[in-house]
């Protein structure tokens, strides 16, 4: 076959950072892997080939130097020849393949598609109003972080997390949710979602059983499902998760996963009197408290509900947190608070399992908390916030009137509606996306896909002037 077939942009002109011997060789690889240039086909000599395309010859040498090192060529008296690759790297041969089909687990393929969206997008919920956030006082935390790094700090950070860090969390915690630990309780994660999957792997094996809300937090779902749990859906009511005498019998669970202080997605708080029944009945499983939303208590200002892990310290309760509502999603930042007697045995299994990091950013976040400046950005949103959902609360109102019922408020960044009948929650959720607005179809978090047709909206995003225009471009019927 004539080398023109293959060389025909060899002259093309060159980008920014090529270089026409790198062009060369990337084409005759190319034409060679490709099966265009068949083994053991001779080319011309160097000099033949720069006299034919017009380059220094150097640049030819150096294509053929690189491509007789990497095994793609052969040189002998006769010249340079195309080399005889392995048949697992020539055109036409296809890639080997597990026997039995795809080449994932068998969990791994169960496990239900996440909801996907722009999340810096109005509405979305679980952001927190980025553009509101302290940046300069965070980039002076984080620039005297760096300040003080050594070999250590860039290395593997220290497992569990810095020192300085949980000493901050176990203070903030106390302070702001009645959380009743001391540091060595502390654990820090690269987020919410990485101390789940930690929960579902370190205590709990494969075939055990799971309590998940139903609705769930689909990413705890997720975690528990990869490892090989067995999720049971416990419905929620007003007064949060409501298992019945039956489904104890029937299931009794090693893990519990719940979100008391504002039930994700549809936002009840968990009632004393089922927290306490949780915290008896549990025998010897876990009751995992994810705490992802409840620094924004809309129902008592000032008042965060206190967490289940302080009714009773030395329960078998793993308390989980994350910074991204508070700070912002992509610090990757969270913790995890366990029982003082379990304190040694966890934490050998992190140390064995996970690799510590963002050693620099634990410290900023550590000097971020002592200095206080996280409480008062929380105070100054948080007023912001009931605002924003105050509007929001009456845009809805004004749009659909009885058909729509709201759900949620007391905490957190989002409400829920529920949608008359008619449209699908998921047909209402696509054309919002393609007006530049993300809402959440609430039928996404039930275990078989059904259960709600409803809205999950977001608006810690969304300042309150712009949200009854913002609502109007949603739920626009054009």
């Not at 017009?54 to 010249?79: H, I, K, P, T």
């Not at 769930?216 to 419905?235: D, E, F, H, I």
């Amino acid at each position: 076959m004539p080398l023109d077939l293959f060389l025909k942009s060899l002259n093309d002109p060159l980008g920014p950072h090529e270089s026409r011997q790198a062009r060369l060789y990337g084409l005759l690889k190319e034409a060679i892997l490709s099966g265009r240039l068949a083994p053991g086909a001779r080319l011309p000599g160097t000099r033949q080939l720069a006299a034919d395309y017009r380059m220094a010859r150097n640049c030819a040498l150096f294509a053929y130097q690189q491509l007789l090192a990497e095994g793609f060529l052969q040189a002998d008296r006769g010249g340079t020849r195309v080399g005889a690759l392995p048949l697992s790297a020539s055109a036409g041969s296809s890639p080997a393949k597990v026997p039995g089909g795809p080449c994932l687990s068998l969990r791994a393929r169960q496990l239900p598609p996440s909801i996907s969206g722009e999340n810096y997008l109005p509405f979305a919920p679980g952001v927190p109003d980025l553009n509101a956030f302290p940046w300069r006082a965070w980039s002076r935390a984080l620039q005297r972080a760096w300040n003080e790094v050594s070999a250590r700090q860039v290395a593997y950070a220290e497992p569990g997390g810095e020192p300085e860090l949980r000493r901050a969390v176990a203070t903030f915690l106390s302070a702001r949710r009645g959380v009743a630990c001391t540091h060595e309780q502390v654990f820090i994660f690269p987020g919410a979602q990485a101390a789940l999957d930690a929960c579902a792997r370190l205590l709990a094996d494969s075939g055990d059983t799971v309590w998940l809300e139903e609705p769930c937090y689909t990413a705890a779902r997720n975690a528990m499902l990869a490892a090989g749990l067995t999720t049971v859906a416990v419905a929620v009511d007003r007064d949060g998760m409501a298992p019945d005498e039956m489904l104890w019998a029937a299931s009794p669970p090693r893990l519990i996963y719940v979100t008391p202080s504002h039930q994700y997605p549809l936002g009840s708080v968990l009632s004393l009197e089922r927290r306490l029944d949780l915290l008896n009945r549990i025998g010897g499983g876990w009751l995992i408290e994810d705490d992802y939303d409840s620094d924004f208590n809309h129902a008592r200002p000032g008042a965060p509900l206190p967490a289940i892990q302080g009714l009773r310290p030395d329960a078998p309760v793993i308390y989980v947190g994350t910074f991204s509502k508070l700070l912002y999603p992509g610090l990757r930042i969270a913790y995890m608070v366990v029982p003082r007697w379990a304190v040694k045995d966890i934490g050998e299994a992190v140390r064995n399992l996970y690799r510590g990091g963002q050693a620099v950013e634990q410290r900023a976040l550590a000097r971020f908390l002592d200095g206080g400046q996280l409480t008062r950005h929380i105070r100054s949103m948080a007023p912001i916030y009931r605002e924003r959902q105050s509007v929001l609360r009456a845009e809805l109102r004004a749009r659909f009137g009885d058909g729509g019922e709201i759900l949620g408020g007391q905490a957190g960044l989002h409400l829920v509606l529920r949608l008359p009948g008619g449209l699908p929650d998921t047909a209402f959720a696509e054309a919002a996306l393609r007006r530049g607005v993300v809402v959440r179809a609430l039928s996404s978090y039930y275990s078989q896909g059904g259960g709600g047709n409803g809205l999950v909206l977001g608006y810690g995003m969304a300042e309150a002037k712009q949200i009854p225009g913002l609502v109007a471009r949603a739920f626009s019927r054009s």
